[in-house]
C-alpha cells in the first residue's frame, strides 16, 4: 500500500550515517542523494526518504519497521545500530502477541524515533 514514506531530521548527516550503517545489514542502501534529502531502498527505487526539518515544532515520534530477510538480518540491523550507539528498546525476540513468527527488535534512530527490523517467516 505504501510508495514511500518520509521523515523529518534534526540532523540530516547524522541520521545518514544512522541509515546507512543499519539498512546495509537487510540490503537497504542509499539509492538518491540531494544533500539535504536522501532516498533509501533496494534498487531501484528508493520507499524511505530523510531530509532536513522544515516544517512543526517539537518532537512526534514515528514507528518505522523495516522488513528484514530472515532473523539473522533482523540481529545484524539490532546490532549494527547498538554498535552505531542507538539507544535499545527491545532485543530481537518473538513477538507472539502479533503472531507466532514475528521476529523483531527495537531501537530508536538519532532524532528518536522508534525504528524496528522484523521477520515474519517462522524460524
Do not use: K
Not at 550515517?17 to 537497504?28: E, K, Q, R
Not at 530472515?70 to 530481537?92: S, T
Amino acid at each position: 500500500m505504501l510508495d514511500h514514506l518520509s521523515i523529518q531530521c534534526a540532523d540530516v548527516a547524522a541520521s545518514a550515517a544512522f541509515y546507512d550503517h543499519v539498512l546495509a545489514t537487510i540490503g537497504g542502501e542509499r539509492i538518491m542523494d540531494f544533500g539535504e534529502v536522501i532516498g533509501y531502498g533496494v534498487p531501484p527505487m528508493p520507499n524511505f526518504w530523510i531530509g532536513a526539518q522544515e516544517s512543526g515544532s517539537g518532537f512526534r515520534e514515528s514507528h518505522i519497521a523495516f522488513s528484514a530477510p530472515d532473523r539473522a538480518g533482523v540481529d545484524a540491523f539490532f546490532n549494527a545500530a547498538v554498535e552505531h550507539g542507538a539507544e535499545v528498546l527491545h532485543p530481537p525476540r518473538v513477538w507472539p502477541e502479533y503472531h507466532p513468527s514475528y521476529y523483531g527488535g527495537f531501537v530508536r534512530d538519532p532524532d528518536g524515533n522508534n525504528v524496528e527490523a522484523v521477520c515474519h517467516a517462522p524460524e
